[in-house]
């Protein structure tokens, strides 16, 4: 029995071993044979990878379609460390940046450690010192040639000479800094030439994980035209990064996104939805295959207001006005003017349609010229159109005007006698006009701009009131435009000194307004009272076609004064008189042009040397733009009257070459009847008005802020 059992273990156990022999026959046969061309297919194909399709970003135009950033095409060195079997390969990189500095090409290099006469030093930039010394572990106050040993020591670098071991020393920091892995490819250089991008495609076998990139890069037409308003983009700051990386729409650390302007504003309607695509590699890492998962979609353009034919006249009037000042004008009185601002709006659809600021700078060579622009005392980098603060002088006075008809204080037929200085509060406060001018009405004081009359007239009114009116009109409230703005500043309605009032009533004192407001006052009382939303944008369109709108923000009126039409008629006949009345302030720029302009001029004196504002909208009749002019240190306000000349020119006569060129203002002015001052913009004579605004008392009624001496218009 027990010989039986122990053959009958040894057929059971053969058995065994011939069923597993069976079983591995048979997978060998199903593997080799009948499933064998799919696992040498497996085996060919070695792995895939994950990658993202960056979308292309949505273009900025003008109201026309003409772009101001759009996108071209461009090619960028990657590394990829999906397409190799290493990590990063030093003498690999150290061909690259020799090829590239053979060919004069540059590639990124943020490190701010650099060999100067054999020795490191650092840059100037201390935080991204600090960043380094952080990252490679040393001491807080480690010196520049401890830092370079660690550089050395963390990427393997010393058997190179020490420039050539800080060069791909920067290049792995970078890598690290951007946070290079198997699902985040590096940009090496950007922007290379086509011939660079060919040559190292030739030569890619010997450049493993290496790859040239085909992609668009932000580029900028008309640089110089509109920056503050168009702004750029940029790489996402150490302290931004989180914030992005939360929002869950895909943005990695490699992005670029808006910094300033619409590019920031709008980031979220700018930027597209990327795309996926899988790619196959073989054993070897050589691609054998590329499937497109998920097909990148474009932003959304958005389409500006702007007119850049407009902005152009604009900027160029702008210019050319401050620089004859300088080379015509008397010292101190025009000759030291520096800077300014314009802004043009549409009337009827509240739309802006330009925006310029002097000085300014170029978005085409922004990082070129950002040191000399930072260090520039006028500091171009300000967007004086829409955070600028300047007091308005003169250019105020028709909201006192309108206050004291609505209020009752004042009618069209009230009569303020002026001779020269104001003896409400005398002895203690007599402030001055520059002029002698008799009876004067509302109209009379607009046309002459009158300091008596509206002294008189804000008295009455208070400056509670009068602040009142200028935010229900548009001054010392947010316009609405789309881009961040200043609010401004309105003088204290709760002043101990009652001659503040005075003061308050010229545009003087603390009144504080922005051009952009200025231009929405202009066209608020344009349309009697009525002010609406100030538009930047006109529509959100396709990135296809500018013209398929996808969204447009309708016209919003904010607050409507309610006041009958006619109250403002001697508004405006004042504002006409102003401009073609042989007695007006802007005559002899205005006086000969074929429409009718109603305008206002103010020399609002804030330092040694007054500003120079301007307020004008046009026809008179039937208002379509509002424009407003202000030149810092232009002491006269009708020397903004030339810049909006040719603006109205560029509108309404686009066709024509200088449509309405004036005559010398010398041989086109009658007889005046005051004495005549000098012009600044033009070395010629003109009316001499009332627009100054001083205080020379010293007692508890004067204003709480000095005034310098009076200065004609």
């Known amino acids: ?248 729409k895909g943005y990695t650390r490699d992005d670029l996104v808006g910094k300033e302007g619409i590019e920031r504003t709008y980031e979220s309607t700018l930027r597209g939805t990327d795309g996926v695509r899988r790619i196959d590699l073989d054993a070897s890492y050589h691609v054998i295959g590329i499937e ?121 037929e009230t009569q303020v006698d002026c001779e020269h200085v104001y003896t409400f509060y005398a002895p203690s406060y007599q402030p001055t006009c520059l002029g002698w001018h008799g009876l004067f009405t509302v109209t009379d004081a607009l046309r002459h701009s009158c300091n008596i009359f509206f002294y008189d007239t804000g008295r009455q009114l208070g400056i509670a009131t009068m602040n009142e009116y200028a935010r229900a009109l548009g001054l010392g409230v947010p316009t609405g435009i789309e881009l961040s703005e200043a609010t401004g500043t309105q003088c204290d309605p709760d002043t101990p000194y009652p001659g503040d009032a005075l003061q308050a009533a010229i545009g003087q004192l603390d009144n504080g307004y922005t051009p952009v407001q200025l231009a929405n006052y202009c066209a608020t009382i344009a349309r009697r009272g009525v002010r609406t939303r100030l538009k930047l944008v006109k529509s959100i369109s396709s990135y296809y076609d500018w013209t398929d709108v996808i969204e447009a923000p309708e016209t919003e009126v904010l607050n409507d004064l309610g006041l009958p039409d006619s109250l403002y008629d001697p508004i405006f006949e004042g504002m006409i008189q102003a401009s073609h009345d042989p007695r007006g302030t802007a005559y002899s720029y205005l006086g000969d042009y074929p429409l009718t302009i109603a305008s206002k001029t103010g020399t609002p004196q804030t330092h040694e040397f007054p500003n120079s504002t301007f307020i004008c909208f046009a026809p008179a009749e039937d208002p379509q733009i509002a424009i407003a002019v202000v030149i810092e240190k232009g002491w006269h306000g009708y020397t903004g009257a030339p810049v909006a000349r040719r603006i109205l020119d560029a509108y309404f006569f686009p066709e024509e070459e200088n449509p309405s060129e004036p005559e010398d203002p010398a041989e086109t002015q009658s007889e005046p009847s005051e004495p005549a001052s000098y012009s600044a913009a033009s070395g010629t004579a003109s009316l001499q008005n009332s627009d100054a605004e001083p205080s020379d008392s010293s007692s508890p009624l004067e204003p709480s802020s000095d005034n310098p001496e009076s200065t004609p218009e």
């Open 292 to 412: 497109e998962e998920k097909p990148a979609v474009p932003g959304n353009s958005v389409v500006l207001t702007l007119d850049k034919k407009i902005q152009r006249t604009a900027a160029q009037a702008l210019e050319d006005e401050i620089k004859l000042l300088n080379e015509t004008a008397p010292t101190g009185e025009g000759k030291e003017a520096d800077a300014g601002a314009v802004v043009v709006i549409d009337i009827k659809n509240s739309e802006l349609l330009a925006a310029v600021t002097y000085p300014s700078y170029n978005l085409e060579t922004y990082s070129a010229d950002y040191a000399a622009n930072a260090s520039d005392p006028l500091y171009p980098f300000l967007n004086r159109a829409f955070s600028g603060i300047y007091a308005p002088g003169s250019c105020f006075k028709p909201v006192t005007g309108i206050a004291g008809l609505a209020e009752g204080v004042i009618t069209p």
């Open 1 to 248: 029995m027990k010989i039986d059992r122990d053959r009958l273990r040894l057929i059971l156990l053969g058995v065994c071993v011939w069923a597993v022999l069976g079983v591995f026959a048979f997978r060998l046969v199903q593997i080799q044979i009948v499933d064998g061309s799919y696992y040498l297919a497996q085996q060919q194909k070695g792995s895939s990878r994950v990658q993202t399709i960056k979308a292309a970003r949505g273009e900025i135009l003008d109201r026309n379609g003409d772009p101001f950033s759009y996108n071209e095409p461009c090619y960028n060195i990657v590394f990829d460390r999906a397409l190799t079997s290493s990590d990063a390969d030093n003498g690999m990189i150290l061909q690259l940046i020799r090829l590239l500095r053979d060919s004069g090409e540059s590639w990124i290099d943020n490190l701010p450690l650099i060999i100067e006469n054999g020795v490191p030093v650092f840059t100037q930039d201390e935080t991204a010192v600090n960043r380094l010394r952080e990252h490679l572990s040393t001491n807080t106050y480690a010196l520049a040639p401890d830092v370079f040993y660690w550089l050395c020591e963390r990427y393997d670098l010393q058997g190179y000479d020490m420039q050539d071991a800080r060069d791909i020393g920067a290049v792995r920091y970078e890598m690290e800094q951007k946070g290079y892995s198997l699902s985040t490819r590096y940009t090496f250089a950007e922007d290379i030439s086509v011939e660079t991008a060919v040559y190292i495609r030739q030569i890619s076998s010997a450049l493993p994980g290496v790859d040239v990139e085909e992609t668009a890069r932000r580029a900028y037409r008309d640089g110089d035209l509109a920056p503050h308003i168009v702004g750029r983009i940029g790489a996402i700051f150490a302290d931004e990064l989180e914030g992005y990386l939360s929002q869950d």
